[in-house]
């Protein structure tokens, strides 16, 4: 079955810190971007952070800059998300999502993207 997993939520104090994990099963990441949203109750998904296929490049949302930090493990087929210094405001469903070009995926006959169930994040005292 070809999935992407998610884990490493959790309740946790403001000023706490989280790692989330997003594993593949099925297939490898290795080719792919991915990014981590969130959605709280009754707001739009955001976009928190992406990593490139080789990691040579990061993103993050100005919200979670200076606080989260994307890594990647080709070798466990996992990606990472350190939360550092959480907020109420992080409270959220964390989703993983991995994209690869779509010309690519048409040439190795692999999907274009995969999108993880999420795990939940509360930042509360």
């Known amino acids: 079955q070809l999935e992407l997993v998610e884990s490493g939520g959790g309740l946790v104090q403001p000023g706490g810190s989280l790692r989330l994990s997003c594993a593949a099963s099925?297939?490898?990441?290795?080719?792919?971007?991915i990014g981590w949203f969130r959605q709280a109750p009754g707001k739009e998904r955001e976009g928190v952070s992406c990593?490139?296929?080789?990691?040579?490049?990061?993103y993050y949302a100005d919200s979670v800059k200076g606080r989260f930090t994307i890594s990647r493990d080709n070798a466990k087929n996992t990606v990472y998300l350190q939360m550092n210094s959480l907020k109420p405001e992080d409270t959220a469903a964390y989703l993983c999502?991995?994209?690869?070009?779509?010309?690519?995926?048409?040439?190795?006959?692999?999907?274009?993207?995969?999108w993880g169930q999420g795990t939940q994040v509360t930042v509360s005292s």
């Open positions: 990593i490139s296929p080789g990691a040579g490049s990061t």
């Open positions: 099925g297939f490898t990441l290795e080719y792919y971007s």
């Open positions: 999502h991995a994209e690869i070009d779509r010309t690519i995926a048409t040439i190795d006959h692999r999907p274009h993207e995969y």
